[in-house]
């Protein structure tokens, strides 16, 4: 059997007023970047939840980043500084749960910046592929067997009582 | 007409879930009458042979309070899963995993190693650790082993409803009960609580400022605190925007901050995530070096964000530990 080789899988939420259109620049300026980033647009770096962030973990991304206006750029004047002090506490609540720093990445990319995102991207890309894959989708499952091994002990035991009745 | 059957486990709790039975106080009596009470560990002798013998689905409601965490916990709780036509979570730990559920950021080894050997007040000069099995007399002895993490009870087995709380309050459990006796239950997997944030029966609540700016975090002990005003407002850490209602407000009345035991409400996914979102956002400074200066007063973010609420977080556990 052929297994498909690793290569990590980073989820990218870009604010729509500056980094998703950067992104957006680096596509017409036909700038080459990693395809490993699936890029979420969202109206402003503030709305992203941290939930959101842990879920894409949660789900098997092996990193994230979050792209928003420079300081005093924010089209909603503050998000961009919430995003920043949810991040700083964030990056230190995920190290503290295993995941680590480099696997989450926060950057202010402008409007105009489109070789930035190129940049930022490549440069998260390698990094990962470097610290190779999280999995913590797989690595839940592979816990979670602990609780299965039991369920299916229970019901083969039933299975026979039934047999045996039958 | 027979008294509807109703049974009382605990896993791995601290019982205190068991107390709030009896807060019901000169109430209990009321719930005793209408019930025939067919297991109940801590307060009465059954055995589990005789659960075992009953039909499936005889007993009308199990409360289940712990996190399961044992291989005994698992098969008690899919036992009374088996035999009960209501399974429900009954306090933070089978709700949400509980203090215990903190246990997800060690491996079973380190816990096992700090708790019977490193900590300061363990005497343990031959080094003895719990063992699943040994010998004695030409018998062989088989004991409960333990899991590598820490789960909910819906984790393991299907709950039908939840009680929270850290233990859950004489007001909700009686609820709960009358609910159930009278059959006027909601959807199933519902939380038998109030589905709004606790700040909204806070008595400080119009204290609660609208625009709270945080320059420092300061934890209980380290202030007098002003037992009018807003939590938040004073610069403590308190979990009411995040938690559920339905507890009376005790913590706040008492002087001291929510810790979030009753656990989110149904629109929220991960409490932690949102309390930290909603703290963070409100921190005065905006530069990395002052904002990083505030944050220094929340030294454990995963133990005053998932106090009660690890394993059913979205994470659930540390990751880098062993799976089996």
Known sequence: MTEKKWTPRLVAFFCNWCTYTAADLAGVSRLKYASNVRIIRVMCSGRIDPQFVLEAFAKGADGVLIGGCHPNDCHYVEGNYKMLRRYRLLKRMLADMGIEPDRFRLEWISAAEGEKVK??????????????????????????????????????QQTTKEVANA | MPKPKVAFYWCASCGGCEETVVDLAEDILGVVEKVDIVLWPVAMDFKYADVRAMPDKSIVATFLNGAIRSTEQEE??????????????????????????????????????????????????????????????????????????????????????????????????????????????????????????????????????????????????????????????????????????????????GNMPCTGCFGPTSRVKDQGAKMLSSLCANIEPKDEDGIDKVLEGIPDPVGTFYRYGLPKSLLRRKGGLPTS
């Open chain 1, 119 to 156: 940049r930022v991207v490549d440069e998260m890309v390698q990094k990962l592929t470097a610290l190779g894959p999280l999995a913590w989708d797989k690595k839940l499952e592979d816990w979670d067997r602990e609780v299965k091994a039991l369920e299916e002990h229970v019901q083969a």
């Open chain 2, 76 to 253: 008690m709780a899919r036992l009374l899963r088996r035999k009960s036509q209501f399974l429900i979570a009954y306090g933070s730990c089978a709700h949400t995993g509980g203090i215990p559920g903190l246990a997800n950021q060690f491996s079973r080894e380190e816990i096992l190693n700090f708790v019977y050997k490193g900590s300061p007040s363990t005497v343990n000069e031959t080094g003895t650790l719990p063992q699943t099995e040994f010998e004695e007399q030409g018998r062989r002895v088989h004991l409960p082993a333990l899991h590598q993490g820490v789960r909910s009870l819906d984790q393991v087995v299907e709950v039908d409803y939840y009680v929270p709380g850290c233990p859950p309050t004489p007001n909700i459990t009686k609820a709960a009960v009358g609910a159930l006796l009278e059959g006027r239950l909601p959807a199933k997997g519902s939380v038998l609580a109030p589905d709004i944030a606790l700040c909204d029966e806070c008595p400080r609540k119009a204290t609660k400022p609208t625009n709270v700016a945080f320059t420092e975090f300061v934890r209980p002990h380290q202030r007098l605190l002003d037992p009018n005003k807003c939590f938040l407002a004073q610069g403590v850490v308190c979990m009411g925007p995040a938690t559920r209602s339905g507890c009376g407000s005790q913590c706040p009345s």
